[in-house]
């Protein structure tokens, strides 16, 4: 199963041309949007994938973008600043792009069975007891639980599990 790989930038004719790149190379790009927060809404609807953007985007910062993604997503990130890193569900990739490299990373991404790097299960278990306890004393629906988590996690800066454990720790 190959994963959906979503492009985010802001400027339509780069991200056009870096999907045209990503399908010269073999893989279909099931969506390009311009800001962080649609990808992270497409996220929701999709079981894995992988999300080609810049560092920075208009609406949040690439690692923001990674830290709010549901499992089994991940992020490439392209920087201007010429480092290549790997942190979490991220790959930082410097700009200008080499294209063998590019590919090889998305084709990397695209077909592994789960996202590059996995959140501990102790971390999975804190996310999953707080969107019941706010499912439960909010009344919300699953997907809204983990979207108050994601914005709550967004604007504390704190990491998505971390945010959780808050949240448990405040209604114990």
Known sequence: MVKDIIVVYPV??????????????????????????????????KKSGVIVCPFVMKDMSSAQLAQALPLDFDVIALSKNGTEQYMGNMITLPLPINTDDFLQTVGLLANSKSGFTRRSDSDTDYILKAKQALMSLKGLNEAQAHKYLQRESMKSGKKLAQTAMDILDQLA
């Open 12 to 45: 339509k004719e780069t991200a056009m041309a870096i999907r045209a790149l990503i399908e010269r190379g073999g893989f279909h790009v099931s969506h390009v949007c311009a800001l962080g927060s649609s990808a992270l809404e497409i996220s929701y609807s």
